[in-house]
């Protein structure tokens, strides 16, 4: 079982995770909903396309605009209480590095708290603790937020991930956070080549295997557009492959940009593995 | 010592043909590099490899991500690494020795030496690059390129380190060790450009004839 603030789902239940960004500058969106209303608006879509829960985010993954926790926070709290509102059971996570963005968005009805920058500020844990929000322990290599990977090597990528992450998910029990209420990140492309991405996709059953929800975030990223060589917006067919792969891995959580198509694959994977019934079958039964 | 001539070549993993895939967006600067460790290395008795380490940009233990290539002693650092290959694609079948730097280099006394340096300029030069956009990159590198093909290795030993490094210059390691080695030469700079956001420089000196 896996809790998420207010919703539970069940071992073999996967889940979108709709990337709703109030940035200027995110890669694939380029500030599209930047505005709160249009944010709004991508997350009446997100919910009607099939999305579980929604991501918020104020700061762009990457290099670019700086932006504070005060403007952070201006971007994300009070929008998280407007979501809140409209969809009272939907699961909502911020993505964030900053205790101080958690403890404010926690206020305002988030559920979970993405640290996509693992556990950079330490103190984020305990706030996800305090207000029994999930939380997200993702593998970034102790890298600073915001930067971008350079010369990195592992011995084992897999095995740093695993041990990484598996460590933030114990340190957020002893802090406090419920146990089904984590959920562990290898991170594509965060403080890896995309040889080290591609090695997480193709080992992400090892992943799996350590028994802690796994959620992945692959959306049109690098380590698709290398693969392919292909521009951001040229990358979906990539990304689902590479959902597809996690999914029959056994990956639970699906960040990503194109709600549907997502969807519709993790329906067909979990039909392929059986954790899921067709949706209708007659052919050749009549 | 004596040393005879230096190739200088960038220490990027993209050097190893097979790490960029199907493409190889560095090959005129692999067969420059090459080039230049080739014409170093003819006609002397010793090779010394000068390998920085220091910062993510020039790890002491980096190690192939693609598991798929040739094997050049991981996880030894990035810079011997790349040495050693840029080497054995130049044929080169003299003894090696691979020094880290900064550090001290030592060789027996009579023997011609050629030397390779290891080392980049700035990696902060546009959206997308190791450091993003940092706009000290461009003097910097500028006066880098100035120096390198002018075989002004008193110059070299006066580069600032610290800038240097938030830059990400792996060269702020190793070039004052080639100019503490060779205040002057006759220099070639063959190659400079930054298809990445980040200054390759290959060039080759000579020992100034007294």
Same mark, same amino acid.
């Given at each position: 079982?896996?809790?998420?603030?207010?919703?539970?789902?069940? &071992?073999?239940?996967?889940?979108?995770?709709?990337?709703?960004?109030?940035?200027?500058?995110?890669?694939?969106?380029?500030?599209?909903?930047?505005?709160?209303?249009?944010?709004?608006?991508?997350?009446?879509?997100?919910?009607?396309?099939?999305?579980?829960?929604?991501?918020?985010?104020?700061?762009?993954?990457?290099?670019?605009?700086?932006?504070? =926790?005060?403007?952070?926070?201006?971007?994300?709290?009070?929008?998280?209480?407007?979501?809140?509102?409209?969809? @009272?059971?939907?699961?909502?996570?911020?993505?964030?590095?900053?205790?101080?963005?958690?403890?404010?968005?926690?206020?305002?009805?988030?559920?979970?708290?993405?640290?996509?920058?693992?556990? !950079?500020?330490?103190?984020?844990?305990?706030?996800?603790?305090?207000?029994?929000?999930?939380?997200?322990?993702? !593998?970034?290599?102790?890298?600073?937020?915001?930067?971008?990977?350079?010369?990195?090597?592992?011995? &084992?990528?897999?095995?740093?991930?695993?041990?990484?992450?598996?460590?933030?998910?114990?340190?957020?029990?002893?802090?406090?956070?419920?146990?089904?209420?984590?959920?562990?990140?290898?991170? !594509?492309?965060?403080?890896?080549?995309?040889?080290?991405?591609?090695?997480?996709?193709?080992?992400?059953?090892?992943?799996?295997?350590?028994?802690?929800?796994?959620?992945?975030?692959?959306?049109?990223?690098?380590?698709?557009?290398?693969?392919?060589?292909?521009?951001? &917006?040229?990358?979906?067919?990539?990304?689902?492959? =590479?959902?597809?792969?996690? =999914?029959? !891995?056994?990956?639970?959580?699906?960040?990503?940009?194109?709600?549907?198509?997502?969807?519709?694959?993790?329906?067909?994977?979990?039909?392929?593995?059986?954790?899921? @019934? @067709?949706?209708?079958?007659?052919?050749?039964? =009549? | 010592?004596?040393?005879?001539?230096?190739?200088? $070549?960038?220490?990027?993993?993209?050097?190893?043909?097979?790490?960029?895939?199907?493409?190889?967006?560095?090959?005129?600067?692999?067969?420059?590099?090459?080039?230049?460790?080739?014409?170093?290395?003819?006609?002397?008795?010793? #090779?010394?490899?000068?390998?920085?380490? *220091?910062?993510?940009?020039?790890?002491?233990?980096?190690?192939?991500?693609?598991?798929?290539?040739?094997?050049?002693?991981?996880?030894?650092?990035?810079?011997?690494?790349?040495?050693?290959?840029?080497? *054995?694609?130049?044929?080169?079948?003299?003894?090696?020795? $691979?020094?880290?730097?900064?550090?001290?280099?030592?060789?027996?006394?009579? #023997?011609?030496? +050629?030397?390779?340096?290891?080392?980049?300029?700035?990696?902060?030069?546009?959206?997308?690059?190791?450091?993003?956009?940092?706009?000290?990159?461009?003097?910097?590198?500028?006066?880098?390129?100035?120096?390198?093909?002018?075989?002004?290795?008193?110059?070299?030993?006066?580069?600032?380190?610290?800038?240097? +490094?938030?830059?990400?210059?792996?060269?702020?390691?190793?070039?004052?060790?080639?100019?503490?080695?060779?205040?002057?030469?006759?220099?070639?700079?063959?190659?400079?450009?930054?298809?990445?956001?980040?200054?390759?420089?290959? +060039?080759?000196?000579?020992?100034?004839?007294?």
């Amino acid at each position: 079982m896996l809790r998420l603030g207010r919703r539970s789902f069940e &071992d073999h239940e996967t889940i979108v995770m709709a990337i709703v960004n109030r940035t200027r500058d995110s890669f694939y969106d380029k500030g599209a909903t930047y505005a709160e209303d249009a944010a709004l608006e991508r997350v009446r879509q997100v919910v009607a396309e099939g999305a579980g829960m929604v991501d918020v985010g104020g700061v762009k993954a990457g290099p670019g605009e700086a932006v504070d =926790a005060d403007e952070e926070l201006r971007r994300t709290a009070g929008f998280v209480a407007r979501v809140r509102e409209e969809f @009272p059971d939907l699961v909502v996570s911020v993505d964030t590095w900053r205790a101080e963005v958690g403890r404010e968005v926690c206020r305002a009805g988030a559920d979970v708290l993405n640290d996509a920058w693992g556990g !950079h500020d330490p103190a984020l844990i305990e706030v996800a603790a305090e207000f029994g929000a999930a939380y997200v322990c993702t !593998h970034t290599n102790g890298a600073t937020p915001r930067q971008p990977p350079h010369r990195v090597s592992y011995a &084992d990528v897999v095995r740093a991930a695993i041990d990484d992450t598996v460590a933030l998910a114990e340190r957020a029990v002893a802090a406090g956070v419920a146990r089904e209420s984590l959920l562990i990140d290898p991170a !594509h492309d965060f403080e890896k080549t995309t040889w080290h991405s591609l090695e997480i996709t193709r080992r992400l059953d090892e992943m799996v295997a350590t028994g802690w929800p796994v959620l992945v975030s692959l959306s049109n990223k690098d380590f698709v557009g290398e693969s392919l060589d292909l521009p951001t &917006d040229q990358r979906l067919t990539g990304t689902l492959a =590479a959902t597809a792969v996690s =999914a029959w !891995h056994g990956a639970r959580v699906f960040r990503a940009h194109q709600i549907a198509e997502t969807r519709q694959v993790l329906d067909m994977v979990g039909v392929i593995r059986g954790d899921r @019934p @067709p949706a209708s079958t007659t052919r050749a039964l =009549a | 010592m004596s040393v005879v001539a230096a190739a200088v $070549c960038p220490m990027t993993p993209l050097l190893f043909r097979h790490l960029s895939g199907l493409a190889d967006p560095l090959a005129e600067l692999r067969e420059a590099a090459v080039a230049a460790v080739r014409d170093a290395t003819a006609g002397a008795d010793e #090779v010394v490899v000068l390998a920085p380490i *220091g910062g993510r940009e020039a790890p002491g233990d980096w190690r192939d991500p693609s598991h798929s290539g040739p094997v050049h002693g991981e996880p030894l650092s990035l810079g011997e690494q790349v040495g050693r290959h840029l080497l *054995g694609l130049a044929d080169c079948t003299l003894p090696v020795t $691979c020094v880290e730097v900064p550090g001290l280099v030592a060789a027996p006394q009579g #023997v011609k030496v +050629a030397l390779l340096v290891l080392g980049d300029g700035a990696a902060a030069r546009r959206n997308g690059a190791p450091g993003y956009i940092d706009e000290r990159s461009f003097p910097y590198d500028d006066h880098l390129a100035a120096l390198l093909g002018d075989g002004d290795g008193t110059g070299l030993t006066q580069l600032d380190e610290k800038l240097g +490094a938030e830059l990400l210059a792996t060269g702020r390691l190793s070039f004052p060790v080639l100019g503490s080695l060779m205040p002057q030469a006759d220099a070639e700079l063959r190659w400079r450009g930054d298809p990445l956001g980040l200054t390759y420089f290959v +060039a080759l000196w000579r020992a100034r004839s007294r």
